[in-house]
Protein backbone atom coordinates (compact mmCIF):
# COMPACT_ATOMS: atom_id res chain seq x y z
CA UNK A 1 0.00 0.00 0.00
CA UNK A 2 1.69 3.37 -1.08
CA UNK A 3 1.06 7.00 0.95
CA UNK A 4 1.25 10.13 -0.75
CA UNK A 5 1.10 13.13 1.41
CA UNK A 6 1.32 15.21 -1.90
CA UNK A 7 -0.90 17.57 -3.39
CA UNK A 8 -1.95 16.64 -6.69
CA UNK A 9 0.39 18.93 -9.49
CA UNK A 10 -2.60 21.60 -10.42
CA UNK A 11 -3.41 21.91 -6.72
CA UNK A 12 0.04 22.75 -5.69
CA UNK A 13 0.52 25.04 -8.11
CA UNK A 14 -2.00 26.91 -7.04
CA UNK A 15 -1.13 26.57 -3.48
CA UNK A 16 1.88 28.48 -4.15
CA UNK A 17 0.43 30.90 -6.36
CA UNK A 18 -1.81 32.10 -3.13
CA UNK A 19 1.04 31.63 -0.90
CA UNK A 20 3.35 34.08 -3.24
CA UNK A 21 0.11 35.95 -3.43
CA UNK A 22 0.01 36.29 0.47
CA UNK A 23 3.79 37.24 1.50
CA UNK A 24 4.11 39.56 -1.89
CA UNK A 25 0.55 41.57 -1.91
CA UNK A 26 -1.14 41.48 1.41
CA UNK A 27 1.78 41.06 3.98
CA UNK A 28 3.40 44.00 2.58
CA UNK A 29 0.02 45.90 3.47
CA UNK A 30 -1.92 44.08 6.23
CA UNK A 31 -1.25 46.66 8.64
CA UNK A 32 -2.54 49.31 6.31
CA UNK A 33 -5.88 47.69 5.54
CA UNK A 34 -6.40 47.02 9.52
CA UNK A 35 -5.59 50.40 10.33
CA UNK A 36 -8.26 51.72 6.81
CA UNK A 37 -11.39 50.05 8.01
CA UNK A 38 -13.69 52.61 7.08
CA UNK A 39 -12.12 53.69 3.14
CA UNK A 40 -11.14 49.55 1.57
CA UNK A 41 -10.13 50.75 -1.34
CA UNK A 42 -6.74 48.60 -0.56
CA UNK A 43 -8.81 46.00 0.48
CA UNK A 44 -10.91 46.18 -2.72
CA UNK A 45 -7.79 46.81 -5.07
CA UNK A 46 -5.95 43.16 -3.80
CA UNK A 47 -9.42 41.55 -4.01
CA UNK A 48 -9.66 42.59 -7.82
CA UNK A 49 -6.34 41.23 -8.42
CA UNK A 50 -7.02 38.17 -6.72
CA UNK A 51 -10.21 37.66 -9.07
CA UNK A 52 -8.19 38.72 -12.28
CA UNK A 53 -5.35 36.08 -11.20
CA UNK A 54 -8.43 33.03 -10.81
CA UNK A 55 -7.66 32.76 -7.18
CA UNK A 56 -11.26 34.39 -6.06
CA UNK A 57 -13.15 32.13 -4.19
CA UNK A 58 -11.75 28.99 -5.78
CA UNK A 59 -13.72 26.70 -3.26
CA UNK A 60 -16.95 27.43 -5.35
CA UNK A 61 -18.03 26.23 -8.93
CA UNK A 62 -17.43 26.98 -11.75
CA UNK A 63 -20.83 29.17 -12.51
CA UNK A 64 -20.07 30.69 -9.69
CA UNK A 65 -16.56 31.99 -10.09
CA UNK A 66 -14.50 29.45 -8.27
CA UNK A 67 -12.09 26.32 -9.60
CA UNK A 68 -14.80 23.34 -7.72
CA UNK A 69 -12.07 22.62 -5.01
CA UNK A 70 -13.09 19.57 -2.77
CA UNK A 71 -12.48 19.89 1.35
CA UNK A 72 -8.94 19.25 0.53
CA UNK A 73 -8.26 21.83 -1.58
CA UNK A 74 -9.88 24.04 0.32
CA UNK A 75 -7.78 22.89 3.20
CA UNK A 76 -4.56 23.36 1.16
CA UNK A 77 -5.37 27.34 0.06
CA UNK A 78 -6.69 28.69 3.20
CA UNK A 79 -3.59 27.58 5.10
CA UNK A 80 -1.81 30.16 2.76
CA UNK A 81 -4.18 32.45 3.00
CA UNK A 82 -4.59 32.15 6.99
CA UNK A 83 -0.56 33.58 7.09
CA UNK A 84 -2.30 37.40 7.25
CA UNK A 85 -5.61 37.91 9.43
CA UNK A 86 -6.54 39.64 6.18
CA UNK A 87 -6.30 36.85 3.75
CA UNK A 88 -9.18 35.48 3.61
CA UNK A 89 -10.87 38.46 3.56
CA UNK A 90 -8.80 39.40 0.13
CA UNK A 91 -9.81 35.91 -1.54
CA UNK A 92 -13.33 35.90 -0.39
CA UNK A 93 -12.69 32.55 1.81
CA UNK A 94 -13.41 34.86 4.90
CA UNK A 95 -15.49 33.24 7.77
CA UNK A 96 -18.97 33.07 7.92
CA UNK A 97 -18.98 34.08 4.47
CA UNK A 98 -17.01 30.92 3.22
CA UNK A 99 -19.37 28.57 5.37
CA UNK A 100 -22.73 30.32 4.06
CA UNK A 101 -21.57 30.17 0.50
CA UNK A 102 -21.60 26.64 0.95
CA UNK A 103 -24.08 26.10 2.46
CA UNK A 104 -26.61 28.29 -0.06
CA UNK A 105 -25.01 26.19 -2.89
CA UNK A 106 -26.17 23.05 -1.02
CA UNK A 107 -29.11 23.92 0.04
CA UNK A 108 -31.22 26.81 -1.53
CA UNK A 109 -33.46 27.12 -3.82
CA UNK A 110 -33.35 29.61 -6.83
CA UNK A 111 -34.08 32.68 -5.90
CA UNK A 112 -31.82 32.44 -3.02
CA UNK A 113 -29.30 31.89 -4.80
CA UNK A 114 -29.83 34.51 -7.61
CA UNK A 115 -30.63 37.08 -4.88
CA UNK A 116 -27.82 36.20 -2.09
CA UNK A 117 -25.69 33.60 -3.66
CA UNK A 118 -24.35 35.03 -6.12
CA UNK A 119 -23.51 38.61 -5.17
CA UNK A 120 -22.02 37.27 -2.09
CA UNK A 121 -19.66 34.61 -4.22
CA UNK A 122 -18.76 37.99 -6.22
CA UNK A 123 -17.98 39.79 -2.85
CA UNK A 124 -20.03 42.22 -3.58
CA UNK A 125 -22.39 41.78 -0.36
CA UNK A 126 -21.49 40.19 3.24
CA UNK A 127 -23.42 37.72 5.50
CA UNK A 128 -23.46 36.43 9.42
CA UNK A 129 -25.02 33.29 10.24
CA UNK A 130 -26.99 33.37 13.07
CA UNK A 131 -27.06 30.71 15.75
CA UNK A 132 -26.07 31.63 19.32
CA UNK A 133 -28.25 33.17 21.92
CA UNK A 134 -27.94 34.90 24.49
CA UNK A 135 -28.21 32.90 28.06
CA UNK A 136 -30.63 30.79 28.26
CA UNK A 137 -30.52 30.64 24.73
CA UNK A 138 -28.32 27.97 22.58
CA UNK A 139 -24.99 28.22 22.85
CA UNK A 140 -22.69 25.42 23.32
CA UNK A 141 -26.07 22.97 23.75
CA UNK A 142 -28.02 23.82 20.66
CA UNK A 143 -31.48 21.92 22.70
CA UNK A 144 -31.88 25.85 24.12
CA UNK A 145 -32.51 26.72 20.93
CA UNK A 146 -35.04 29.83 22.09
CA UNK A 147 -35.94 32.08 18.37
CA UNK A 148 -38.83 30.51 17.03
CA UNK A 149 -40.28 30.79 13.56
CA UNK A 150 -44.42 30.23 13.01
CA UNK A 151 -46.11 29.41 9.95
CA UNK A 152 -48.29 32.37 8.66
CA UNK A 153 -50.05 31.73 5.83
CA UNK A 154 -47.32 31.14 2.81
CA UNK A 155 -44.83 32.83 4.58
CA UNK A 156 -43.02 32.10 8.19
CA UNK A 157 -42.94 34.82 11.28
CA UNK A 158 -39.67 34.91 13.20
CA UNK A 159 -39.29 36.40 16.76
CA UNK A 160 -35.99 35.63 18.99
CA UNK A 161 -32.79 37.10 20.17
CA UNK A 162 -29.72 36.29 18.50
CA UNK A 163 -25.29 37.76 19.45
CA UNK A 164 -22.20 36.85 18.47
CA UNK A 165 -23.49 36.84 14.67
CA UNK A 166 -20.24 37.64 13.14
CA UNK A 167 -20.95 40.58 10.58
CA UNK A 168 -24.43 40.87 11.32
CA UNK A 169 -23.83 44.86 11.56
CA UNK A 170 -22.79 45.12 7.82
CA UNK A 171 -24.49 42.08 6.33
CA UNK A 172 -27.19 41.90 3.55
CA UNK A 173 -28.44 38.91 4.63
CA UNK A 174 -28.73 36.20 7.23
CA UNK A 175 -28.67 32.66 7.94
CA UNK A 176 -31.14 32.44 11.00
CA UNK A 177 -31.70 29.10 13.09
CA UNK A 178 -34.92 29.00 14.80
CA UNK A 179 -37.24 26.65 16.71
CA UNK A 180 -40.08 25.16 14.33
CA UNK A 181 -41.18 22.32 16.82
CA UNK A 182 -40.51 20.65 20.36
CA UNK A 183 -38.90 17.50 18.52
CA UNK A 184 -35.46 17.10 19.82
CA UNK A 185 -34.20 16.23 16.50
CA UNK A 186 -36.12 17.91 14.01
CA UNK A 187 -37.58 20.99 16.08
CA UNK A 188 -35.13 23.57 14.29
CA UNK A 189 -35.03 24.91 10.63
CA UNK A 190 -32.86 27.46 8.90
CA UNK A 191 -34.17 30.45 7.38
CA UNK A 192 -32.79 33.48 4.77
CA UNK A 193 -33.45 36.76 6.25
CA UNK A 194 -32.83 40.23 5.11
CA UNK A 195 -30.32 41.84 7.29
CA UNK A 196 -32.74 44.90 6.49
CA UNK A 197 -36.11 43.27 6.36
CA UNK A 198 -38.68 44.83 9.02
CA UNK A 199 -38.51 43.89 13.20
CA UNK A 200 -34.99 43.07 12.08
CA UNK A 201 -33.28 45.26 15.10
CA UNK A 202 -29.30 45.66 15.52
CA UNK A 203 -28.82 45.85 19.19
CA UNK A 204 -25.02 46.49 18.81
CA UNK A 205 -21.96 44.94 18.23
CA UNK A 206 -20.83 43.70 21.23
CA UNK A 207 -17.35 44.78 22.61
CA UNK A 208 -14.54 41.94 22.51
CA UNK A 209 -11.29 41.28 23.90
CA UNK A 210 -9.97 40.91 20.34
CA UNK A 211 -9.68 44.09 18.07
CA UNK A 212 -11.71 44.66 15.42
CA UNK A 213 -10.75 42.74 12.18
CA UNK A 214 -12.70 44.32 9.05
CA UNK A 215 -16.09 42.03 9.30
CA UNK A 216 -15.07 40.80 12.05
CA UNK A 217 -17.70 42.04 14.47
CA UNK A 218 -20.07 40.17 17.11
CA UNK A 219 -23.54 41.07 16.70
CA UNK A 220 -26.40 41.23 18.78
CA UNK A 221 -29.45 40.96 17.31
CA UNK A 222 -33.17 41.10 18.04
CA UNK A 223 -36.40 39.57 15.53
CA UNK A 224 -39.57 40.98 16.15
CA UNK A 225 -42.12 39.34 14.13
CA UNK A 226 -39.93 39.17 10.95
CA UNK A 227 -41.49 37.53 7.91
CA UNK A 228 -40.05 35.44 5.37
CA UNK A 229 -41.36 33.97 2.48
CA UNK A 230 -41.28 30.18 1.88
CA UNK A 231 -38.86 29.89 -0.27
CA UNK A 232 -36.46 31.45 2.35
CA UNK A 233 -36.40 28.10 4.48
CA UNK A 234 -33.13 25.94 3.84
CA UNK A 235 -33.09 22.79 3.18
CA UNK A 236 -36.85 21.47 4.77
CA UNK A 237 -38.33 22.41 7.77
CA UNK A 238 -37.14 20.43 10.74
CA UNK A 239 -33.34 20.16 9.08
CA UNK A 240 -31.69 22.85 10.99
CA UNK A 241 -29.42 20.60 13.19
CA UNK A 242 -28.86 18.68 10.07
CA UNK A 243 -27.58 21.49 7.95
CA UNK A 244 -25.43 23.03 10.82
CA UNK A 245 -23.53 19.51 10.61
CA UNK A 246 -23.47 20.12 6.87
CA UNK A 247 -22.00 23.68 7.38
CA UNK A 248 -19.97 23.59 10.68
CA UNK A 249 -17.90 19.97 10.23
CA UNK A 250 -16.13 20.83 7.08
CA UNK A 251 -16.00 24.69 8.69
CA UNK A 252 -14.12 23.54 11.18
CA UNK A 253 -11.01 22.16 9.15
CA UNK A 254 -10.93 25.42 6.94
CA UNK A 255 -11.17 27.25 10.41
CA UNK A 256 -7.88 24.98 11.43
CA UNK A 257 -6.04 25.86 8.18
CA UNK A 258 -6.32 29.58 7.87
CA UNK A 259 -5.10 28.79 12.15
CA UNK A 260 -2.55 26.37 10.76
CA UNK A 261 -1.00 29.00 8.46
CA UNK A 262 -0.68 31.91 11.20
CA UNK A 263 0.85 29.75 14.11
CA UNK A 264 3.53 28.82 11.23
CA UNK A 265 4.12 32.34 10.24
CA UNK A 266 4.05 33.70 13.80
CA UNK A 267 6.81 30.94 14.55
CA UNK A 268 8.64 31.14 11.33
CA UNK A 269 8.76 35.23 12.72
CA UNK A 270 10.79 34.22 15.90
CA UNK A 271 13.50 32.79 13.58
CA UNK A 272 15.40 36.13 13.15
CA UNK A 273 15.04 37.51 16.62
CA UNK A 274 16.05 33.96 18.14
CA UNK A 275 19.16 33.77 16.10
CA UNK A 276 20.30 37.25 16.57
CA UNK A 277 19.53 38.54 20.13
CA UNK A 278 22.11 37.20 22.67
CA UNK A 279 21.29 36.44 26.54
CA UNK A 280 23.79 35.03 29.16
CA UNK A 281 26.68 34.69 27.41
CA UNK A 282 24.95 33.10 23.68
CA UNK A 283 22.28 33.51 21.39
CA UNK A 284 18.56 32.59 22.38
CA UNK A 285 18.65 29.30 19.54
CA UNK A 286 21.37 27.90 21.49
CA UNK A 287 19.52 27.73 25.09
CA UNK A 288 17.71 24.06 25.60
CA UNK A 289 14.54 25.92 27.26
CA UNK A 290 14.32 27.98 24.39
CA UNK A 291 14.67 25.34 21.48
CA UNK A 292 12.29 23.12 23.72
CA UNK A 293 9.35 25.62 23.02
CA UNK A 294 10.65 25.67 19.17
CA UNK A 295 10.51 22.54 18.78
CA UNK A 296 7.05 21.77 20.74
CA UNK A 297 5.54 24.88 18.14
CA UNK A 298 6.94 23.04 15.22
CA UNK A 299 5.58 19.57 16.23
CA UNK A 300 2.04 20.90 17.08
CA UNK A 301 1.90 22.65 13.90
CA UNK A 302 2.90 19.72 11.85
CA UNK A 303 0.36 17.78 13.74
CA UNK A 304 -2.23 19.38 13.49
CA UNK A 305 -1.93 19.74 9.68
CA UNK A 306 -1.86 15.82 9.66
CA UNK A 307 -4.85 16.21 11.99
CA UNK A 308 -6.62 18.29 9.60
CA UNK A 309 -5.97 16.49 5.99
CA UNK A 310 -7.23 13.39 7.33
CA UNK A 311 -9.87 14.48 8.28
CA UNK A 312 -10.58 16.30 5.04
CA UNK A 313 -10.11 13.26 3.10
CA UNK A 314 -12.65 11.35 5.02
CA UNK A 315 -15.05 14.14 3.91
CA UNK A 316 -13.96 13.89 0.36
CA UNK A 317 -14.83 10.39 0.02
CA UNK A 318 -18.21 11.08 1.61
CA UNK A 319 -17.68 9.79 5.01
CA UNK A 320 -19.48 12.59 6.85
CA UNK A 321 -20.47 10.95 10.06
CA UNK A 322 -17.05 8.83 10.55
CA UNK A 323 -15.59 12.27 10.15
CA UNK A 324 -16.91 14.57 12.83
CA UNK A 325 -15.22 13.40 15.87
CA UNK A 326 -11.73 13.38 13.93
CA UNK A 327 -12.83 17.06 12.91
CA UNK A 328 -13.32 17.93 16.51
CA UNK A 329 -9.89 16.46 17.01
CA UNK A 330 -8.62 18.89 14.70
CA UNK A 331 -10.58 22.07 15.82
CA UNK A 332 -9.78 21.23 19.38
CA UNK A 333 -6.06 20.44 19.01
CA UNK A 334 -5.39 23.19 16.51
CA UNK A 335 -7.15 26.39 18.31
CA UNK A 336 -5.38 25.50 21.66
CA UNK A 337 -1.81 25.01 19.40
CA UNK A 338 -2.98 28.11 17.62
CA UNK A 339 -2.66 29.98 21.07
CA UNK A 340 0.33 28.41 22.94
CA UNK A 341 2.30 28.98 19.71
CA UNK A 342 1.08 32.70 20.01
CA UNK A 343 1.99 32.77 23.26
CA UNK A 344 5.22 31.44 23.80
CA UNK A 345 6.37 33.75 20.99
CA UNK A 346 5.11 36.63 22.95
CA UNK A 347 7.46 34.71 25.96
CA UNK A 348 10.62 34.21 23.64
CA UNK A 349 10.66 37.86 22.88
CA UNK A 350 10.28 39.13 26.41
CA UNK A 351 8.92 42.75 26.45
CA UNK A 352 9.38 43.21 22.65
CA UNK A 353 6.59 40.52 22.31
CA UNK A 354 4.44 41.96 25.42
CA UNK A 355 4.06 45.49 22.60
CA UNK A 356 2.37 46.06 20.02
CA UNK A 357 5.61 46.58 17.70
CA UNK A 358 5.18 42.66 16.98
CA UNK A 359 1.62 41.72 16.34
CA UNK A 360 1.94 38.72 18.49
CA UNK A 361 -0.03 40.14 21.20
CA UNK A 362 -2.83 41.22 18.52
CA UNK A 363 -3.35 38.15 17.15
CA UNK A 364 -3.27 36.50 20.61
CA UNK A 365 -6.52 38.14 21.48
CA UNK A 366 -8.21 37.54 18.67
CA UNK A 367 -7.10 33.54 18.21
CA UNK A 368 -8.54 33.34 22.30
CA UNK A 369 -11.88 32.70 20.38
CA UNK A 370 -10.97 29.77 18.21
CA UNK A 371 -11.20 27.98 21.63
CA UNK A 372 -15.15 28.90 21.78
CA UNK A 373 -16.24 29.44 18.03
CA UNK A 374 -17.79 26.54 16.07
CA UNK A 375 -18.30 24.89 19.30
CA UNK A 376 -16.24 25.39 22.93
CA UNK A 377 -13.62 22.45 23.62
CA UNK A 378 -15.37 20.97 25.99
CA UNK A 379 -18.56 20.31 23.77
CA UNK A 380 -15.72 18.22 21.10
CA UNK A 381 -14.04 16.75 24.00
CA UNK A 382 -17.30 15.21 24.69
CA UNK A 383 -17.91 13.90 20.72
CA UNK A 384 -14.21 12.64 20.93
CA UNK A 385 -14.74 10.33 23.76
CA UNK A 386 -18.22 9.12 23.25
CA UNK A 387 -17.56 8.02 19.99
CA UNK A 388 -14.31 6.45 21.02
CA UNK A 389 -15.88 4.83 24.23
CA UNK A 390 -18.79 3.44 21.59
CA UNK A 391 -15.77 1.35 19.57
CA UNK A 392 -16.41 4.17 16.47
CA UNK A 393 -13.56 6.17 16.53
CA UNK A 394 -10.45 4.01 15.54
CA UNK A 395 -7.31 5.85 16.21
CA UNK A 396 -5.01 3.17 14.33
CA UNK A 397 -7.12 3.03 11.27
Request: a neutral charge; charged letters at 25%.
Amino acid sequence: MSIDFSFPLGLESLRLDVRRFVDEKIIPVEEEILASDQDRHLLHGLRAEAQAAGLYTPHLPEEFGGKGLGVMGMCALFREMGRSPVGAKVFNCDAPDQGNMDLLLKSAGPRIQEQYLKPLALGRITSAFSMTEPAPGAGADPNNLRTTARPDGDHWVIDGHKWYSTGGSRASFLVVMARTSDDPRTGASMFVVDRHAAGVELVRDVKVMAPDVLDHRESELHFHGVRVPQDAVLGKIGEGFRLAQVRLVPARLTHCMRWLGLANRTLELCRPYLQERTSFGKRLADHQLVQRLVAKGATQIHAGNLMTLHAAWMLERGEEKVARAYSSMAKTFVARLLCEVLDDAIQLHGSLGYSEDLPFSRWYRSARAARIADGPDEVHEVVIAREFLGGQLPLLA
